[in-house]
């Protein structure tokens, strides 16, 4: 892949055809060890001093299983940039702002961020595309900015995107999110292998997945997605305003407990 050395804010053509012919580019080096670090001890403050939060009856948390006992662990804040101002700052750092606006051809807006935490023998996600079909008026220009916390490798789950693929929707079945593993060429799958400093950025209708963290450590990613200007605008507040409604319609008809948001 072609890659971005030493936080220049700047893409070049090269690397704006790459992403429009693969749908995801990684960039190295972007930030530097101590903005990382500082990103990291905050994802450890939030777990030490926000405990209360964590529920899964709170519609900010999701969890996931492990992969071989089934035992549900906290995986992930959603949102997250109203309990972490240092959250908040990476969504807007000028570095990641021009590279998306590169890519847009215009100004980009914040649509929403989340906090992945992949706490060690956290099953994967299935393969998906970010943009849901069914949910009519998502923005069509939506992309993903990683930036990785702890090194992402294969050994941890790290995110596996495959090429070509960013065009149109795998299914025209609105029901359907997860999407079977036979409906991509596997030969077109990148591992998204990074260290603390790279980002990776990949649009919306790339399809991606991970497996399970089978390290004895966390891989904490912090996940930021935007969209252009002209589609739609400012709409991260009604974007989460409609996701809560929705998240708390799907959890009330699994469970009895009473849902909120906190």
């Given at each position: 892949m072609t890659t971005l050395i030493g936080g220049s804010e700047q893409l070049v053509e090269p690397q704006k055809h790459e992403y429009e012919n693969h749908g995801f580019l990684i960039l190295r080096k972007?930030?530097?060890?101590?903005?990382?670090?500082r990103l990291l001890i905050e994802t450890e403050r939030l777990l030490a001093e926000r405990r209360e939060l964590i529920s899964p009856n709170n519609l900010r948390c999701r969890y996931m299983a492990h992969y071989q006992t089934g035992e549900p662990l906290f995986e992930v804040f959603d949102p997250v940039n109203d309990i972490s101002p240092i959250c908040e700052l990476f969504c807007f750092d000028r570095r990641i702002l021009s590279a998306v606006e590169a890519l847009y051809g215009e100004p980009a807006c914040l649509f929403k961020e989340k906090l992945i935490f992949k706490p060690p023998g956290a099953l994967g996600y299935q393969l998906h595309q970010d943009i849901p079909l069914a949910w009519k008026?998502?923005?069509?220009?939506f992309l993903t900015v990683?930036?990785?916390?702890?090194?992402?490798?294969?050994?941890?789950?790290?995110?596996?995107?495959?090429?070509?693929?960013?065009?149109?929707?795998?299914?025209?079945?609105?029901?359907?999110?997860?999407?079977?593993?036979?409906?991509?060429d596997v030969s077109r799958r990148t591992p998204l292998v990074l260290e603390p400093g790279d980002i990776a950025i990949f649009h919306g209708l790339t399809p991606?997945?991970?497996?399970?963290?089978?390290?004895?450590?966390?891989?904490?990613?912090?996940?930021v997605s935007?969209?252009?200007?002209?589609?739609?605008?400012?709409?991260?507040?009604?974007?989460?305003?409609?996701?809560?409604?929705?998240?708390?319609?799907?959890?009330?008809?699994?469970?009895?407990?009473?849902v909120y948001f906190q």
């Open positions: 972007l930030f530097d060890a101590d903005e990382i670090q008026g998502f923005p069509k220009t990683l930036i990785p916390i702890d090194p992402s490798s294969e050994e941890n789950g790290c995110t596996e995107v495959f090429s070509g693929y960013h065009g149109d929707f795998l299914s025209s079945d609105g029901s359907v999110y997860m999407l079977p593993d036979d409906c991509v991606h997945r991970s497996a399970p963290n089978r390290s004895n450590q966390m891989r904490r990613v912090f996940y935007y969209n252009a200007q002209s589609d739609g605008g400012e709409q991260r507040e009604a974007h989460y305003a409609e996701f809560r409604e929705r998240m708390r319609e799907h959890r009330q008809s699994t469970t009895s407990e009473i």
